[in-house]
């Protein structure tokens, strides 16, 4: 849990939350952060804001956005240059360590000039910035936003603009969506080593649904599918990651058939590596077939989890019959028992939420009576239910009758995992990452 509070939850992954609710489900999943935007800032105001934050127990990483310094005449200049203080001012209450810095287009089609002015605009508003506590990180957009929201798109442009200031004052937020496709990424990112205000974990899906609100969960898209096991142990370890969530092996989906060799090999790797395995990832979804053939997948993923010393296994819900998954469930969660290792429901498909998740398993939340005719099933009953909703923010469901046959171990091997959701968001685990 310890390891949690270093994860910041950027709040545009949460949009039906309030921000005092964003606050609070951070703190209830072991958050330690939230990234903060200012719509959402100004629905509450900056002293219930702050006093929701406080209570809540976590710290503010960054205030989002500010910039956008794309007028092309002096009166409008010093207008947004008015708004860009505000937002210091705000980053400032909130004890932001960060205002995030989306630049602008280019204003009257003359790029070179726009970015000449967003220099100067860096310069006079880290003069304002500085004394106030607050850093300027600026994030480099996709190239496709060229027109209508940042003419620095690159991490090279962006570190280039923050040279001629000290790395406390300025520095740069790295969002993979925006740079991944950079030939010279790599040795951009070692060049930011000191700037670094903030990273968005992230992937790029193919084809994109939506090139402002399509991002994907790491590894369901293509940042970086070429690379081999060996490889992404090694730069996870290089890039200071401490967890990885096993989705591919050398590029290819886990078989859970693999032979005994290959088993092994992949044991040794992930032993050798230092990091810790925190999940293996599956693609099975719990209505696509009859629930002991379903069971009978889980249990072989189960046991290469187990083999491998990872606490946990990823399925998914599906889209068919719900009640089969409800006993493909009560069947695996026997084999889980035997081999210690968790079973995580993301929500995905028909089970798209925490909420619905609990009630398709018949739980409900701690305090609200069950209605007529409800029933728990065997397997989910003891015990609490660990229920992680949009972009990783948590809550604990409790189950609605106690009296079942069912053993308290049992119980604790569901966990309802978080969804893939637009807007950015984090890892799971201990700062994990994707293979």
Known sequence: MDELRRLSLNQAT??????????????????GWIGVWRDRLAEVGIAAATRSIRDAGIGVSSLLRGGFFDASESTARRRHMDGNRRAVEEAAALQAKTLVLVCGPAAGRDLEGARAYIAEAIAELRDFAAPCGVALG???????????????????????????????????????YHVWWDPDLRAE???????????????????????????GMMGDGVICPSWTLEEALVKGREYGYRGVELRLVDGELIDDSMPAAERKRVGALIADSGLDLVAVDSSIRL?????????????????LAAGWRSPLIRVFGGSGERDNA??????????????????GLETHDEFSSAAAVGGWLHLRPPGRRRGPGARVPRGASNGRLRALGGGGVGKEMAPGNRRTRSSPTAARQILVLPP???????????????E
């Open 14 to 31: 949460i949009p039906s939350w309030s921000l005092p609710e964003a606050a609070d489900g951070c703190a209830k999943a072991g958050l």
């Open 420 to 434: 893939p959701r637009s807007g950015g968001g984090s890892g799971r685990g201990p700062n994990a990452a994707r």
């Open 287 to 303: 209505t696509d077939g009859a629930p002991d053939v379903v069971a009978a997948e889980i249990a072989r993923f189960l046991e």
């Open 138 to 176: 600026i994030e480099p957009m996709h190239p496709v936003y060229c027109a209508d929201r940042s003419a620095v798109v690159t991490l090279r442009q962006a570190l280039a603009l923050a040279a001629p200031h000290p790395q406390a004052e300025v520095g740069v937020v790295i969002d993979a």
């Open 189 to 215: 990112v070692a060049a930011a080593r000191g700037r670094i205000q903030g990273y968005h974990v992230c992937d790029w899906l193919v084809p994109p649904p939506d090139h402002l609100n399509g991002r």
């Open 326 to 343: 409800v006993r493909a469930l009560r069947l695996a969660v026997r084999e889980a028992e035997r081999t210690g290792v968790r079973i």
